[in-house]
C-alpha cells in the first residue's frame, strides 16, 4: 500500500470512530431518503457529517464535536450562526406571524435596499432560492424579447431548474437524466472567459437568443471571470439585442453592489439568494424596469409567477438584519481577510512542495490540487480529486468543516484566532500528503 493509501485508510478509519451518531443517523436516513441524502451537493461517502447546532463560527456534530465553520452553506450565512441582532429579527418577526399571504412591508424595505445597493437593478422580485431566481430572470428575458434560446457557460452553475441543469459538469454536452430533451435543445454552452469563443457562438445565434446568463466568479472553483471577458459579454449582448443575466447569488457578498460594481459592467438582469434571505431560504432576481414589467401583474398577458413564501416576512426581517451589518465597511474588512488567508494558504502549499493553486475573491476561495493557472472550470476540473477528498477528510478530522472539493467562505465572526487556526490545520494537512506522497509504500515485506 502506498503512504497515501494508509493516510486515506488511517483518516477514514478516524472518521468512523469519531462519528457514530452520524453513521447512526445516516443508517436510518437510507430507509426515508433515497441514499440517505436530499441535498446532492453536500453529500459524500461514507456518510456526511450529521450537524445537531452552530453558534458564531462553529458547529458540533452529533457527537459533540466542535468545527470551525468555513463555509457559511456555502456563502449564505455571512454572520456565522445564530447572530444576535439576526435571531432577535427572526425571533421578533415569527411572533407577529411567519408570513401572512398578503404583501408587507419588509419586502418594500428588502427591495429598496437591493435596488440602492446594485444600481442596475430598477425593479426586483422575491422568491425562495437562486433557482428560483435564475428561472425568474431567465423567464422574463425570454418573454421579453421573444426569444426562446438561452446561453450559459460550462461549468457555471445556476440551480436545478431544467436549462440551467445543462452542461455543469462534463461531459457538457450531455442531457443529465430527468432533464427535458426540449429545455436542453434551448441551451447553448459558451465558455467561461473565453471571448472570442462565446462572443461568436452569440453571434452565430442572435436572432434566437434571449440571454446570456453567467456568474462573475464562478461558485464552483471560486474563478473569477476576466474584467475583459465580462466587458466583451455586455458589448456583443448589446449589439445582438440579447440580455445580460449576472448570476449574483454568490457574489452579492463582495462588495455592496456585487462583482457588477467591481467591474463596472451593468447587466440588464441580476440573480440573488444566499445572504438576502439572512440564512432563512430566499432568492431575488431584478434588473431593468422595462423587462421586469414582464411581471406586472397590472399589465394584460404578465409572467404569472407565484411562490406561497415569496417575500414572507420572516425571510425578508431576517435578510434585512443581515445587511444592515453588512455594510460596505464590513464587506471590505471581510475581504481583506480573505485575501490574507489566500495568501497564507498558497504559501502553506509552496512550502510544503505541492503542486496547489488557491483561486478565489475576497472572502471566498477554493483550494485546487494543480500547478496554476486555474481560470476555467475545465481546468479545475482536471485537477486531482483525490487528493481534495483526503484533505477534506483531514480537516475533519481535526475539527474544521469545509466543502468536500475545498471551497472556503468566511463570516464576519471569524476574528483573528479563528482565521489563524484554520490557516494552520490546513498548513498541517498539507504537510501530511506531502509527506505521504514522498514516503516509501508501507506494510510491504521486505
Ligand atoms: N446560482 C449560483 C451562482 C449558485 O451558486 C447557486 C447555489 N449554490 C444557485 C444559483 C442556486 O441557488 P439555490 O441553491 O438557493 O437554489
Known amino acids: ?38 441535498r446532492t451537493g453536500t453529500f459524500y461517502l461514507p456518510y456526511p457529517l450529521f450537524v445537531a447546532r452552530g453558534e458564531g463560527c462553529h458547529l458540533w456534530d452529533a457527537d459533540g464535536h466542535q468545527y470551525l465553520d468555513v463555509l457559511n452553506n456555502f456563502t449564505s450565512l455571512v454572520h456565522g450562526h445564530g447572530h444576535t441582532a439576526v435571531v432577535r429579527a427572526i425571533a421578533d418577526q415569527a411572533a407577529k ?44 428575458a425570454k418573454a421579453f424579447t421573444g426569444r426562446p434560446k438561452i446561453l450559459k457557460m460550462a461549468g457555471g452553475y445556476h440551480g436545478s431548474h431544467d436549462q ?24 447553448l454552452v459558451g465558455r467561461f472567459n473565453d471571448l472570442e469563443y462565446t462572443a461568436a457562438l452569440i453571434r452565430a445565434h442572435a436572432s434566437q437568443l434571449a440571454a446570456v446568463i453567467v456568474e462573475p466568479m464562478t461558485g464552483t472553483g471560486a474563478l473569477p471571470a476576466d474584467r475583459a471577458f465580462l466587458d466583451g459579454l455586455r458589448q456583443v449582448t448589446a449589439e445582438c439585442g440579447v440580455l445580460l443575466v449576472f448570476d449574483e447569488v454568490i457574489t ?21 439568494g444566499k445572504i438576502i434571505g439572512g440564512g432563512m431560504p430566499a432568492g431575488a432576481f431584478g434588473g431593468r424596469a422595462d423587462v421586469m414589467a414582464t411581471y406586472d401583474p397590472s399589465r394584460p398577458g404578465a409572467i404569472s409567477h407565484s411562490g406561497t413564501y415569496n417575500g414572507n416576512a420572516t425571510t425578508m ?28 494558504l498558497q504559501a502553506a502549499a509552496v512550502k510544503h512542495g505541492l503542486a496547489v493553486t488557491v ?10 490540487f494543480g500547478a496554476g493557472p486555474i481560470t476555467t472550470p475545465e481546468q479545475a476540473a482536471a485537477t486531482d480529486k483525490r487528493l ?4 477534506h477528510l483531514l480537516l475533519l478530522n481535526r475539527g474544521v468543516f469545509t466543502a468536500t472539493r ?41
Open 1 to 38: 500500500m502506498t503512504a497515501l493509501e494508509a493516510l486515506e485508510a488511517r483518516e477514514l478509519t478516524t472518521y468512523q470512530h469519531r462519528t457514530p451518531q452520524s453513521h447512526a443517523l445516516f443508517a436510518r436516513a437510507r430507509q426515508v431518503m433515497p441514499g440517505g441524502d436530499t
Open 164 to 187: 440551467v441543469a445543462i452542461a455543469v459538469s462534463a461531459p457538457y454536452d450531455a442531457v443529465p437524466p430527468g432533464v427535458s430533451p426540449g429545455a436542453a435543445a434551448e441551451v
Open 252 to 272: 452579492f457578498r463582495l462588495a455592496p453592489g456585487g462583482l457588477q460594481e467591481v467591474h463596472g459592467i451593468c447587466p440588464d438582469l441580476t440573480s440573488f
Open 388 to 391: 481534495t477528498r483526503l484533505l
Open 359 to 368: 483561486t478565489g475573491y475576497g472572502s471566498i476561495m477554493q483550494l485546487h
Open 317 to 344: 426581517a431576517a435578510g434585512l438584519a443581515t445587511l444592515r451589518l453588512f455594510d460596505g465597511a464590513a464587506i471590505g474588512r471581510l475581504n481583506a481577510a480573505g485575501d490574507t488567508v489566500r495568501a497564507r
Open 97 to 140: 406571524g411567519t408570513v401572512h399571504g398578503t404583501a408587507n412591508a419588509l419586502q418594500v424595505a428588502l427591495a429598496e435596499v437591493l435596488c440602492k445597493r446594485v444600481p442596475s437593478v430598477e425593479r426586483v422580485r422575491f422568491c425562495n432560492s437562486g433557482t428560483e431566481a435564475t428561472m425568474g430572470a431567465l423567464r422574463a
Open 406 to 446: 475545498q471551497t472556503y467562505v468566511l463570516s464576519t465572526v471569524m476574528h483573528q484566532a479563528a482565521l489563524d487556526v484554520f490557516t494552520d490545520r490546513v498548513g498541517d494537512a498539507l504537510g501530511e500528503i506531502a509527506r505521504a506522497q514522498k514516503a516509501a509504500p508501507v506494510g510491504v515485506a521486505s
